[in-house]
C-alpha cells in the first residue's frame, strides 16, 4: 500500500492547492454482479464490512463555490482536509483526479479521492475500475464487485487487496456530467479500519449537486 500512497503523493506535489435503511444480513456471500440496477444484500464482515457505521458528517464536499466543486456531494468528517486538484496528468487509467481528501488532520495515513471517469465511450463500471487497478502497473488480488446505494444513487462498488495485503475500496457512481469515483485509499489495514467510516459516511450522503 505505501508504494500506493507514494505514487498519488507525487501527483499531489504537482497540484494547486443520515445513514441508508439496512436489511438483514444476507446468509450467503454477496452475488455477482447483474444486468440489474438493485442494491446487493447487506454483508456483514470481510469484504464489504457492512455492518460498520458512518462517521458523523463534518464538511460537504463538491458544492459550488466550494473548495473542491464536483459533479456530486458528500460529507466527511471534521478535520479531514479538502483540496481540489487541477493538474491535467493527475491520472491513474481512465480516472482523473478531481478532489483529494486529506485524513492526516484526523491523525490517519491516507486519503479519500474523487476521480472524474473519461473516455468518449462510457466504460462498464467494472471495467473502469479495473482499468483505474492496473494502471498501478500490477496486478491486485481477490477483486470482488457489487451494485449498491451511494445515498439514492445506483452505485457500482469494488473492494480488493493489493500485493501487500491491505484492503481498498472504490465506488463508481454516473452523474449529469459522466461517471465519478469515490476512492479509498490508505497505508495498510490498521489505517482501513481506521478509515473506513469516512468511506462509509461519503457513500451513504452522496446525491446530485442542487
Known sequence: MFRRVAVLAALTLTATAGCAEKTEPAASPSPAPSAS?????????????????????????????????????FSVPPKWKVEAVKVADAKIGPALMLCEIDAKPAGHIGFLRVWRIEGAKPLDPQVTVDKYIAGYGKEAKEKQYRRTKAGSLDAYEATWIEEDGSRERALVVSTLYGRVML??????????????????????????PK
Open 37 to 73: 440496477a438493485s442494491a446487493s444484500p447487506v454483508a456483514g464482515g470481510a469484504p464489504w464490512y457492512d455492518e460498520v457505521a458512518p462517521a458523523a458528517a463534518g464538511t460537504t464536499v463538491g458544492p459550488e463555490g466550494s473548495a473542491c466543486p464536483l459533479p456530486m456531494t
Open 183 to 208: 476512492s479509498l485509499e490508505s497505508a495498510g489495514d490498521d489505517e482501513f479500519a481506521a478509515m473506513l467510516p469516512a468511506y462509509l459516511s461519503a457513500k451513504s450522503t452522496a446525491a446530485l
